[in-house]
T-cell receptor
Framework: DMKVTQMPRYLIKRMGENVLLECGQDMSHETMYWYRQDPGLGLQLIYISYDVDSNSEGDIPKGYRVSRKKREHFSLILDSAKTNQTSVYFC????????????FGEGSRLIVV | KTQVEQSPQSLVVRQGENCVLQCNYSVTPDNHLRWFKQDTGKGLVSLTVLVDQKDKTSNGRYSATLDKDAKHSTLHITATLLDDTATYICVVADRGSALGRLHFGAGTQLIVIP
């Protein structure tokens, strides 16, 4: 059905709590991404995963970690959330190579208070 | 340093009017450029991709151009509809391979009014 699904869509956490954002795709895409989108800025890459257990840091990995144990599932974990991690997080997937289009989820809006 | 600049930042047009969105970039190398549409509260959806040194694409009421010498792209929307209200994001890839990186603009917010 060519879909990227993110859960939860909305989340409020207290500073210091752990956060788990989950992403699934049904296209058997090898590559998956986590981005964050902040007002006035372009999407920033947090982590990229080239396949199961093959993850690389993006441009802003500090404070985040990821897990990919199945090709169709990619998780973003915030250990001890900070207020500056308040953002909208987008998961995306694609066939290998930037020449292929990315398919995006609808985003997970995280507020850290 | 921002490598992809979009203008205008926001734009209001009346339904039925045409509009042009601009994208200037400094990404090197520049393998291809893609335009995405992002409805409010939604994810990005690809509209078109431009690859050649001087390229043009057309997808219904959307048409786009790319000039790699000038590092400049435009997105034209003809006869705008209310559903065209969205943020349009320009993305430049520095390579087409798995080693390539994507550089995102901050977007142009288009509002179409009746």
């Amino acid at each position: 059905d060519m879909k990227v699904t993110q859960m939860p869509r909305y989340l409020i956490k207290r500073m210091g709590e752990n956060v788990l954002l989950e992403c699934g795709q049904d296209m058997s895409h090898e590559t998956m991404y986590w981005y964050r989108q902040d007002p006035g800025l372009g999407l920033q890459l947090i982590y990229i995963s080239y396949d199961v257990d093959s993850n690389s840091e993006g441009d802003i990995p500090k404070g985040y970690r990821v897990s990919r144990k199945k090709r169709e599932h990619f998780s973003l974990i915030l250990d001890s959330a900070k207020t500056n991690q308040t953002s909208v997080y987008f998961c995306a997937s694609s066939l290998r190579g930037t020449g292929n289009t990315l398919y995006f989820g609808e985003g997970s809006r995280l507020i850290v208070v | 340093k921002t490598q992809v600049e979009q203008s205008p930042q926001s734009l209001v047009v009346r339904q039925g009017e045409n509009c042009v969105l601009q994208c200037n970039y400094s990404v090197t190398p520049d393998n291809h450029l893609r335009w995405f549409k992002q409805d409010t509260g939604k994810g990005l959806v690809s509209l078109t991709v431009l690859v050649d040194q001087k390229d043009k694409t057309s997808n219904g009421r959307y048409s786009a151009t790319l000039d790699k010498d000038a590092k400049h792209s435009t997105l034209h929307i003809t006869a705008t509809l209310l559903d065209d209200t969205a943020t349009y994001i320009c993305v430049v890839a520095d390579r087409g391979s798995a080693l390539g990186r994507l550089h995102f603009g901050a977007g142009t917010q288009l509002i179409v009014i009746p």
